[in-house]
């Protein structure tokens, strides 16, 4: 991947995370507009059906919407030399995966996490406990964050912190 601008602190990589290095399909939605192809990466799924049921319920022309698969190389995270303190993760569905392959840099660097997910909320808790994470998400209406301690699917952004990152806050 080749950057516009000239960033001395991004690195840009061809590969996805998981908890281990392999090949996977995704599906990934794109439309034809004016002679040019338009891929919707962000509505990328590793899911033909989750991603067909998303474009129903988000777009009124679905007719012209065509799904291309692809395989994508998958690596286990190694090191990098430079310290690591913010994660996001928006992969439909894959964040757990992406989370088992990071515990070398959890255990290295405590980042804090933003997460993106509807799915496996609760199985990603229990992963990051014993991290000593707990997990928030953030309350517009006291405008601040609110740890979850049940069940809770009215979120969909969670952030998973331990006490040094709220005494930054």
């Known amino acids: 991947i080749k950057l516009k601008n000239n960033f001395n602190n991004l690195k840009c990589f061809n590969f996805g995370l998981s908890n281990k290095a392999k090949e996977h399909v995704v599906f990934i ?6 002679g040019s192809i338009y891929y919707m990466i962000t509505y990328t799924f ?13 777009f009124i022309f679905k007719k012209n919407i065509k799904i291309k698969k692809l395989k994508i190389k998958l690596n ?15 992969v439909n569905g894959h964040e ?5 392959g990071l515990k070398k840099l959890i255990l290295r660097d405590k980042p804090a996490f ?9 199985k990603i808790q229990i992963f990051m406990n ?30 998973f912190l331990q006490k040094k ?5």
Do not use: G, M, S
Request: with cysteine; charged share 30%.
């Open 114 to 122: 933003i997460l993106e997910e509807l799915e496996n909320i609760r």
């Open 76 to 90: 286990k995270f190694n090191t990098f030399k430079n310290r690591i303190d913010l994660v996001k993760l928006d």
């Open 46 to 58: 590793y899911d033909l059906i989750e991603l067909r049921e998303n474009l129903k319920i988000n």
């Open 96 to 100: 757990f995966n992406i989370l088992k």
């Open 29 to 34: 939605p794109y439309f034809r507009f004016l």
């Open 165 to 169: 990152h709220l005494k930054l806050i």
């Open 130 to 159: 014993r991290y000593h994470y707990k997990c928030y998400y953030y309350d517009v209406n006291v405008k601040k964050l609110i740890q979850i301690k049940a069940k809770n699917n009215k979120n969909l952004n969670f952030y």
